[in-house]
């Protein structure tokens, strides 16, 4: 590598203090402008390589989460006793066929609902009270002390203390907000006034003795053990309901699994008694009611015979064939409908074709679509008649012109058949028609008042014989299922049945240890890590490639990796110093690729905040170009707080300013020289509060035209664009800006106003100059450059890199 260090900005906050070698050979950069490297827009999977980032970034806050999650997790575990699970099996019997058996009783309920009937109050509200589950005795509670406690119809649930005197012959009982609710001598009931039926007595309360416990309502109870309890069936429709349920307590459990079974078992036997009985009443009112049913509609049906005996009847020798004419009637009738409706239809289709036909809309063929058309033999013929003329015409068409006389005459014959033939005998089946129509409507009323006339009494008849016939089936029905409740009600048989008993565990569960350890390790980690995500999206700083380019809308131009500092005297790594050497030779490649060939390359250099480093971009860019041979002047236009002279050790005046506000300062005393020949600058020079009023007057238009025509590189190196209106103003003169961005420093809220603001002025934004990243990790990982491939002037006697075959030498 060629050339020596020279004095540059740094990319700390404090913008100065590291040198950086200039750039010498071709980039990566102008690969990818060929179309042979990765683009740097858009540089891998960028979504994942973010995460990884953040996950990087925010490793201590991953790991401190992580372990914190861990130690509770295993301080949990020392405060969980031992879970006990018993279990017991209910056979149900849902086969209801009776093909052949004797006469049962339905099923009480389907198999989905046996689960639901389990977990009903019914059955859990008796096991509570019997096993008195409402109470939930302290530590250090005697087993027996509560064993004759029972509770009111109305007593007061919560948390009581009882506590005898040091004598030994009274007590006080007191809720857990220290009211006495109750006092006396240990031989009187214990809590009469809360609502408790307990009598201890001495022999089970010493001196000084206090005990704590709890009362739910058996309802309370009742709901906290419906939770517990696990029903369910292994297959659907099966005929086997599993129970499971889990406690710290073996005995009371197998005790607790027991009183469920029980009294599942006397439940489902009573709802299946109480609905027999039910059932049975309900269907003793029904035949009863029925039968009265059954005996007016006979009444009914004789009083209307006697009635009309001496009337004619169609079914008799008086009236005979009226049944047979009542259908032939019916028949006819329809029939004819039918007919009027077809003719009325087609008479109407023909007078439209004939209407449209006289317009010209249509074609005579429409008429091949009517039904009476078809059945017309004259019209038909003369259609026929049309179709071989018109087959006729073409033929001879493809052998004579239309002026052929045997074209001609065909010609005539067609347009009077389609014309006058045609219509002529349409017309007339249509008059033919509605002749035809006004005859059907004639003998349609004509059947209408035959129909009308017709004897109600056979409707009647059989109106009262339905209702008779529909009284007796009802009635049978209803009679043979009473007697079959019956006897389902005095043979009935329960429907469940225990399979498998209850017994006391002797094992605990499985050791959940070691799963609430792994779980409450994978939650922290999995909280670490979305804290860790979480930070990096609410973060407002820049630090990742697609913020400059989709966020902000900037094209990436370069991207400069952390310069390396040297520590304890040992010299940085010379690879290193190739990946910052590489980066500035990209940005050169693709900033003079944003210029017409011949034409200067005018830009002013800004950031949008101070420490983003653009003096050290404005710096090495300008000595980039000149090591590429381009004649380059460096102007220190941030006339603030601009120390470029101290970078180059040079004078700050007369520089910049004093030449702008004072005519009488020449331009070449404004010209510094540097440790390059291609390379000048102009200092900022003399401080002055009206400096940007002088960075916006013709003279400074005047000088950068005159620089332009000197030099084929001018770099402006302005304020940051939060510093006030003299970046505008330069990059309004230079027309072109280029942005500096530095990882983890720049506010990207203030540089997308800023840029706002630029895209109101006649300044061009060439792209973005992405500063202090870590090349090659995250985000950044495609931003680096090989390792090892470092441009270096070779010395005379030097061997080859090792490795290297000499048909691949790079």
């Known amino acids: 590598m060629t050339g020596s260090l020279i004095p540059g900005q740094s990319s700390t906050p ?26 740097l827009d858009d540089p891998g999977s960028g979504k994942f390589l973010r995460i990884f980032s953040a996950i990087r970034r925010f490793a201590w806050l991953i790991v401190l989460v992580t372990v914190a ?77 509560f064993a004759d406690l029972e509770l009111s119809e109305r007593f007061l649930p919560g948390q009581y203390i009882l506590s005898v005197d040091d ?36 022999q089970k309360l010493a001196a000084g003795m206090s005990v704590s416990f709890s009362l739910l309502s058996p309802r309370d109870a009742s709901a906290q053990l419906k939770e517990d309890l696990e029903p369910f069936m292994p297959t659907e429709n099966g005929n086997f309901l599993e129970l499971k349920l889990k406690g710290t307590d073996p005995q009371l459990l197998a005790s607790t699994m027991q009183a469920i079974q029980e009294q599942f078992l006397k439940v489902a036997a009573d709802l299946k008694k109480q609905k027999l009985r039910e059932l049975s009443s309900l269907l003793a009112d029904q035949v009863s009611q029925q039968e009265k049913r059954l005996r007016a509609a006979e009444q009914g049906l004789a009083s209307f015979r006697v009635a009309t005996i001496t009337q004619p009847r169609e079914n008799v020798a ?66 026929a008649e049309l179709t071989v003329a018109d087959a006729e015409l073409r033929a001879l068409r493809t052998k004579y012109t239309d002026e052929f006389k045997g074209v001609k005459d065909l010609q005539d014959r067609v347009n009077t058949l389609r014309s006058s033939t045609i219509p002529a005998y349409a017309r007339a089946l249509a008059r033919q028609l509605a002749i035809q129509e006004g005859d059907l409507d004639s003998r349609i009323n004509s059947a209408g008042e035959e129909l009308k006339g017709i004897p109600v009494r056979t409707i009647t008849e059989g109106r009262l014989e339905r209702e008779l016939e529909s009284a007796k089936i009802l009635y049978i029905n209803l009679q043979s299922r009473y007697e079959e409740t019956k006897l389902a009600e005095i043979s009935a048989i329960p429907d469940v049945s225990v399979l498998d008993h209850a017994a006391v565990p002797t094992r605990p569960l499985g050791n959940q240890a070691s799963k609430i350890i792994t779980m ?131 004078e700050r005046r007369p520089g910049l300013l004093d030449y702008l506000g004072n005519p009488q300062v020449s331009y070449e005393s404004t010209l510094r020289p540097t440790s390059h020949r291609n390379l000048t600058m102009i200092p900022c020079g003399t401080r002055l509060q009206h400096g940007p009023e002088l960075l916006g007057s013709a003279r400074m238009a005047e000088l950068i035209g005159r620089l332009k025509s000197q030099y084929e590189v001018v770099l402006v190196d302005s304020p940051p664009l939060g510093a006030g209106i003299d970046p505008f103003v330069l990059g309004t003169h230079t027309g072109n800006m280029l942005i500096v961005l530095r990882s983890g420093e720049t506010d990207r809220q203030m540089a997308e106003a800023k840029l706002r603001i630029l895209d109101r002025l006649p300044v061009r934004v060439l792209g973005a100059v992405l500063n202090h990243i870590h090349a090659g990790a995250g985000a950044y990982k495609y931003y680096s450059y090989s390792y090892g491939y470092a441009a270096e002037d070779e010395i005379e006697g030097q061997e080859e890199p090792k490795g290297l075959t000499q048909g691949a030498k790079a």
């Open 167 to 202: 004598s030994g012959r009274g007590y006080s009982l007191k809720n857990n907000s220290g009211l006495q609710l109750s006092a006396g001598a240990l031989t009187d009931s214990v809590g009469r006034e809360a609502g408790l039926k307990w009598m201890p007595g001495p």
């Open 69 to 145: 999650g861990a130690t509770v997790s295993v301080l949990a575990t020392r405060m969980i006793e031992k879970e006990f699970e018993v279990s017991g099996t209910i056979y149900i019997k849902n086969d209801r066929s009776q093909n052949g058996g004797p006469i049962q009783a339905p099923e009480l309920l389907s198999s989905s609902n046996w689960i639901e009937l389990l977990k009903s109050y019914a059955v859990l509200e008796p096991v509570v009270n019997k096993l008195k589950l409402y109470l939930l005795p302290g530590q250090g509670a005697a087993p027996n002390l």
């Open 520 to 650: 409450g390790f994978l939650a922290s980690l999995g909280l670490g890590l979305g804290l860790a995500v979480l930070l990096d999206r609410m973060d407002r700083r820049f630090r990742y490639p697609d913020q400059a380019s989709h966020e902000l809308g900037l094209t990436i131009l370069g991207a400069v990796p952390a310069i390396p500092r040297s520590r304890n005297g040992k010299a940085v790594p010379s690879d290193h110093l190739a990946q910052v050497v590489e980066a500035f030779r990209s940005i050169r490649l693709n900033l003079a690729h944003s210029f017409e060939p011949g034409s200067p390359i005018c830009i002013t250099v800004s950031s949008p905040s101070p420490g983003d480093g653009k003096s050290l971009i404005s710096s090495n860019l300008g000595l980039s170009f000149a090591e590429a041979g381009y004649r380059t002047i460096l102007i220190d236009g941030d006339t603030r707080r601009g120390d470029l002279h101290r970078t180059f050790g040079a």
């Open 318 to 383: 008086v009236a005979s064939g009226l049944q047979m004419t009542e259908q032939t009637a019916y028949g006819r009738y329809f029939d004819q409908r039918v007919q009027l409706e077809t003719v009325r239809n087609d008479r109407r289709a023909i007078e439209d074709v004939l209407r449209r036909l006289t317009s010209g809309e249509i074609a005579v063929d429409a008429f091949q679509t009517i039904s009476s058309v078809r059945s017309a033999p004259e019209l038909s013929k003369v259609l």
């Open 14 to 39: 404090s913008d100065v203090g590291t040198r950086v070698v200039p750039p010498h050979a071709p980039t990566q950069a102008a690969l990818t402008q060929a179309g042979l490297g990765p683009a």
